[in-house]
Every structure is written in C-alpha cells, then in structure tokens.
C-alpha cells in the first residue's frame, strides 16, 4: 500500500519562508511523479508544483512561479517544496500526491498540476501566513 506523507506545515509572517517534505512509504520517490496541491477554505483545490520521478522536469502555478521550488532529495527520499516570499494569499491546506509515471519523454512534457492525474494522497499539512 502506497502512503504518501507530507509534513514540514506551520505559520509564517508574510514574506517568510517554509519548506514542506513529502515521502512515499514502501518506495522512493523516483518512481513517481510528485505533486503540490493545495486547498484554502471555501475554494477548490489547485495544483502548485510538480516534479517528474527522474527530477529532470518541473511545473509551477503561475501564482507561485518564482517563489516556490521544488526538488527531490534522494538521500532523504523525499520531495520538498521550498517556499519563499509567502503571502496571506498561500495559507491553505498543502497536500502531496504521487503519479505513476504515464512514460512520456520528461524533458519534452512538464508533469501535471491536475488533480485526476494523481493516484495517491497524502492527508495534508497546514500552512498558515499572516501579517
């Protein structure tokens, strides 16, 4: 059974950072195709940041393109989602998710910020800016 654990959430004033870590149990991170999401209340869940399992591609939202990073730390066996410069705006509940990788050329396709292609779930992580 795949367990996807996210962890690293907490409050930051505006213009902080935080770093969150996501791991999947029961394999390595270089299976899958990793996923940032996130949900604020009242408002649907979007995708924020992806990485492809061989960690040659990304993708951001624009809302956070420049801001947040993702990266796969292989030692740790984890991805992790830096983000800088937050804003009210980012408090949300963070949610990571894993993608079997569908065998497209990673370089030539960014992996996906679209809910339907993920197929494990981790339970969330809350990250709260204020000023």
Not at 40 to 59: L, S, Y
């Amino acid at each position: 059974q795949v367990q996807v654990v996210e962890s690293g959430g907490g409050s930051v004033q505006t213009g902080g950072s935080l770093r969150l870590s996501c791991t999947v149990s029961e394999s390595t991170i270089t299976k899958y195709y990793i996923g940032w999401f996130r949900q604020a209340p009242g408002k649907e869940r979007e995708g924020v940041a992806a990485i492809t399992h061989d960690g040659w591609n990304t993708h951001y939202a624009d809302s956070v393109k420049g801001r947040f990073s993702i990266s796969q730390d292989r030692a740790k066996n984890t991805v992790d989602l830096q983000m800088n410069s937050l804003k009210s705006e980012d408090t949300a509940m963070y949610y990571c998710a894993a993608a079997i990788p569908p065998g497209r050329d990673t370089l030539l396709y960014p992996p996906p910020i679209r809910e339907a292609e993920y197929n494990y779930w981790g339970q969330g992580t809350q990250v709260t800016v204020s000023s």
